[in-house]
């Protein structure tokens, strides 16, 4: 559960500074939906690869317990 508080404080802490300093990753909702799929894509083929290899594993009372495709789903968030 700890996990997931953090990513809920990291979400607030991007939106904050997108509003008050008009911080934007695209300009248009597109750009951004296709820069977040892609960076996605990239860190979730990356965290399947290093649980596979045994460099990463999730275990422990911090998370949910909610799994899909062998990570947590918190990692899918974050």
């Known amino acids: 559960m700890e ?3 953090i ?4 979400l607030t802490i991007t939106i904050f500074m997108e509003l008050k300093y008009k ?12 820069i977040t799929l892609i960076i ?5 083929s ?4 290093a649980t596979f290899r045994g460099h990463q594993s999730f275990t422990g009372s911090g ?3 909610l799994r899909i495709f062998g990570l947590p789903i918190e990692e ?3």
């Open 7 to 10: 990513i809920f404080i990291f």
């Open 46 to 49: 990356g965290d399947y690869y």
């Open 40 to 44: 996605f894509i990239i860190r979730i």
């Open 3 to 5: 996990y997931l508080i």
């Open 76 to 78: 899918y968030l974050f």
């Open 63 to 65: 998370l949910i317990g």
């Open 23 to 34: 911080l934007h990753t695209g300009h248009t909702r597109k750009e951004c939906l296709i």
